[in-house]
């Protein structure tokens, strides 16, 4: 491209006659009287034709107040029309009373009119939804140009520039549009659209992980390589990456999809992403196979019960269609001697949150049947285990957050049947 023949869409008005700029400062200055007649305009693109008809009013205006004779307001308007509007001629003028109607048409043939979107810089993620979303506003903006004369250029930058803004608002919100137009060689001219994020900006982002079947030691890992993976996501407009919560979300599980322990667990991803500037990003991740988790418990209140710490192990199957079922070991110890304690089980799932199943335990020996319900989130839940004895115990309890949580617990065999305890998962 010969660059002395390149120019912004501002510099374009350093070719307007004198004369012309004249008549566009009248035109400015009695745009504010008030409308006796109606000027109708014809030839020029929508997003021009307010601009072009409120300076034709005005014009009109005061060749009606100096002119009496139809002949010679078609004329006059012929003439200012040429001086306003660079680039256009005017073929047909007709004044009727007090309207008047204005034919436009290119002075030449339109130039074959390029459209280009400059990349601000974006990691190869976002930059796949940036060019998506810039394909789309090319199309848009190449329709505004396509029959402009580049002379119109002088006095249409404006007109442009807010019709350009408002083709981006709906596919790149929160971005500042800034357009230029540049003459390339054979009767051809390209107008780029360079952007810039505005505030709100997304500053950082906060992932939560839940699983009822994954241990939190897993999640803490999840959790750090999930946020060094979206770390791009910082600094990009709140209105845009709202725009693309759906992308987002997809991006969360195939990162997540790569991880081993997803892959192996044969886990299921649940993102849900909550836009703002400091963004929430909560994701659950169920495995459809494997129920791995531990926990640490401390009991007040008693005597006879001492910190302890449990692992559980299950697989998941399905016996039946649409009863779902978990075969699982369980294995824990009091603190204060390292007794183990081994129970086998199997549970399933009649309805939602609910659990009944019967387990073998080691201590003492014999068989237990055991129900479980566990409640919404911000909701009670509570556990019962039924011995073949007669024996019963269980707990309600409340969680405090995804990772630790308060029960009454209760034991028919303990001498203080109650007592607070407190478990967190490991």
Not at 210 to 221: D, I, K
Not at 281 to 294: D, F, G, K, N, P
Request: glycine residues 8%; contains cysteine.
């Amino acid at each position: 491209m010969d660059s002395a023949r390149c120019s912004s869409i501002f510099g374009v008005m350093r070719g307007i006659g004198a004369l012309q700029a004249a008549a566009a400062l009248v035109a400015a200055f009695l745009v504010t009287a008030p409308a006796q007649a109606a000027v109708e305009v014809q030839g020029v693109p929508e997003w021009l034709l307010p601009s072009v008809e409120q300076s034709a009013e005005a014009v009109w205006q005061q060749i009606r107040r100096k002119e009496s004779s139809s002949s010679g307001r078609e004329r006059l308007a012929a003439m200012v029309s040429r001086r306003l509007f660079q680039g256009y001629r005017v073929p047909e003028v007709s004044v009727d009373g007090k309207n008047l109607r204005l034919l436009l048409e290119p002075e030449t043939e339109p130039p074959t009119w390029w459209v280009s979107v400059d990349n601000p810089g974006l990691e190869d993620r976002v930059l796949r939804w940036f060019r998506r979303d810039a394909a789309i506003l090319k199309r848009r903006v190449w329709g505004l140009v396509a029959a402009l004369p580049v002379d119109a250029l002088g006095w249409a930058d404006r007109a442009l520039r807010e019709a350009v803004g408002e083709a981006g608002e709906t596919v790149f919100p929160g971005w500042g549009i800034t357009p230029s137009v540049h003459i390339r060689e054979q009767h051809s001219a390209e107008l780029r659209i360079a952007l810039h994020p505005e505030p709100p900006l997304l500053l950082a982002l906060l992932p939560r992980f839940r699983s009822t079947t994954l241990p939190l030691m897993f999640q803490e890992e999840l959790r750090d390589d999930v946020l060094e993976r979206l770390s791009p996501l910082a600094g990009l407009p709140l209105p845009w990456v709202t725009r693309h919560s759906s992308d987002i979300g997809a991006w969360v599980r195939a990162v997540m999809g790569s991880e081993e322990l997803v892959r192996k667990t044969k886990s299921e991803v649940t993102p849900h992403f909550e836009p703002d500037t400091i963004s929430r990003l909560e994701v659950q991740v169920e495995s459809r196979r494997y129920t791995i988790w531990a926990w640490a418990a401390a009991f007040a209140g008693t005597d006879e019960h001492y910190p302890e710490v449990g692992v559980h192990l299950g697989h998941k199957a399905q016996f039946w269609s649409g009863w779902d079922a978990e075969l699982y070991g369980e294995w824990l110890t009091e603190l204060d001697d390292f007794a183990l304690e081994t129970r086998w089980g199997l549970r399933w799932y009649p309805m939602r949150r609910l659990w009944l199943g019967a387990e073998w335990s080691s201590n003492p020996g014999g068989y237990w049947y055991r129900v479980q319900y566990d409640g919404a989130r911000g909701r009670p839940y509570l556990w019962l285990r039924y011995s073949e004895n007669g024996e019963a115990n269980g707990a309600v309890g409340w969680r405090t957050s995804e990772h630790t949580a308060f029960e009454l617990y209760f034991d028919e065999r303990d001498e203080d049947t109650l007592c607070i305890r407190a478990v967190g998962n490991l």
